[in-house]
Nanobody, 111 residues
Framework: QLQASGGGLVQPGGSLRLSCAAS??????MGWYRQAPGEQRELVAI???????NYADSVKGRFTISRDNAKNTVLLQMNSLKPEDTAVYYC?????????WGQGTLVTVSS
């Protein structure tokens, strides 16, 4: 199971931190995707068990992904938020060819 939290309403330029706690296996890849209204789901950031990261170009320099392997948790620190970051953010974890999705948490960036 995946339990995501941390979404909400924030003004442009503000910050939010998303958290996703996973139960069960230790996942080789943990990450975040997002889906804006009328758009396809897209990668935001992923992190491997070893700590290697990959970010969407649109969030590089503003978002930071991290994980706590002891707690099986993945975090997404989002700074300098823009209105175009508004979306439902989904936690995603992968292990052994299997992929699991969290329930999604809404992030709204608006003044």
């Amino acid at each position: 199971q995946l339990q995501a939290s941390g979404g909400g309403l924030v003004q442009p330029g503000g910050s939010l931190r998303l958290s996703c706690a996973a139960s069960g296996s230790i996942f080789s890849i943990m990450g975040w995707y997002r889906q804006a209204p009328g758009e396809q789901r897209e990668l935001v950031a992923i992190i491997t068990l070893a700590g290697s990261t990959n970010y969407a170009d649109s969030v590089k320099g503003r978002f930071t992904i991290s994980r706590d392997n002891a707690k099986n948790t993945v975090l997404l620190q989002m700074n300098s938020l823009k209105p175009e970051d508004t979306a439902v953010y989904y936690c995603n974890v992968r292990v052994g060819g299997l992929t699991y999705w969290g329930q999604g948490t809404l992030v709204t960036v608006s003044s």
